[in-house]
């Protein structure tokens, strides 16, 4: 057999193997995938049973909280059937739970929307590392990922956080946070008014 045609027979094996699959990426509220809108559209365009496939999420995250956000991968098969990878919560959904924050900060740099600890972000990114896309980031490479993410929260992170202080810091947060929502539904409802 001359070097073509073995170069020919091994690129075949090389086609031969290519897999096509659709991918999605969504995230879903552990314990309350439902067939309705957003997702049950999303698996329809891509044939897969609906009603199995949230029967299937609804099982695997049932020992977590309910409503957490899960960064979802789905890959679909040629056959119907699909892969599962669920990611643990986002970045920001742990800040924001560790600062004891709702939402950040609508100008991040110009306002504070909440403080964490330093052992706060080397815990997040511990738990963040367990992620397959992480896999290869270093504790330090992840901290420091982290650390931006927590920026545009308008998050500080600091050395020591007393209690009482940002207790107080909290309750003056949420004066500021009810201004911003507020000005937000005078600003949409001029916009209505305009357009109406």
Known sequence: MSKA?????????LVEKITHTTKLKTNIPAGMAMAGPPLGPMLGQRAINIGNFCKDFNEKTKDMKEGVPLPCRISVNSDRTYDLQIHTPPATFFIKQAAGIQRGAMSPGKEISGKITIKHLYEIAVI?????PNALLTL???????VGIARTCGV?????????EYKEFLAERKVTVELQRLELQ??????MLRTG
């Open 5 to 13: 045609g073995a170069k020919l027979k091994s690129m075949r094996k």
């Open 128 to 132: 963040k590392m367990q992620d397959p």
């Open 140 to 146: 330090e490479q992840m901290v420091n990922m982290l």
């Open 156 to 164: 500080q992170i600091v050395r020591d956080l007393d209690p009482n």
């Open 186 to 191: 005078e600003k949409r409802e001029a916009k």
